[in-house]
């Protein structure tokens, strides 16, 4: 008699599905995997809020420069000691101050406008936005 070895177990005999161990490797993985991408989420979270910021800074310090613009020289420095961050800056820039300084460079007359708020290294750093004045020769709104 010959002895023929036995047939492979058929496809409806075998076990369907994943065993313990599978999953939980597949678990342990996908929690790895999780926990070295979430604090890169968190990260971009906070970097494109402080870019919304400084975006909505900007625009506050160019239109500060546009309103003085349009400002005669005889009230230059009265609206330069009143200067406020406008509401919706105020809204958006925690602690926000606004101020600026007049100076005189090789060009012309200079008003340096600094905008700080409560944000890591805006305090000690402040976006400063640099306009020039009309020469005083000229009067406001000649060419220079």
Not at 84 to 102: E, I
Not at 116 to 126: F, I, Q, T
């Amino acid at each position: 008699m010959i002895h023929l070895p036995p047939s492979p177990p058929s496809v409806a005999s075998r076990s369907r599905g994943f065993s313990t161990l599978e999953v939980l490797a597949a678990s342990a993985v996908t929690a790895a995997a999780l926990a070295a991408v979430t604090p890169l989420f968190m990260q971009h979270t906070r970097l494109m809020a402080e870019a919304r910021r400084e975006r909505i800074a900007i625009e506050e310090l160019a239109n500060q420069a546009e309103r003085l613009a349009a400002v005669p020289a005889d009230g230059l420095d009265h609206h330069l000691a009143s200067l406020a961050v406008s509401p919706m800056a105020d809204g958006l820039l925690p602690d926000a101050h606004l101020d600026a300084v007049r100076g005189d460079s090789p060009v012309g007359p200079t008003v340096t406008f600094r905008l700080r708020w409560n944000s890591p290294g805006r305090l000690d750093h402040p976006l400063r936005l640099v306009t020039w004045l009309p020469n005083p020769g000229k009067g406001r709104g000649g060419s220079p």
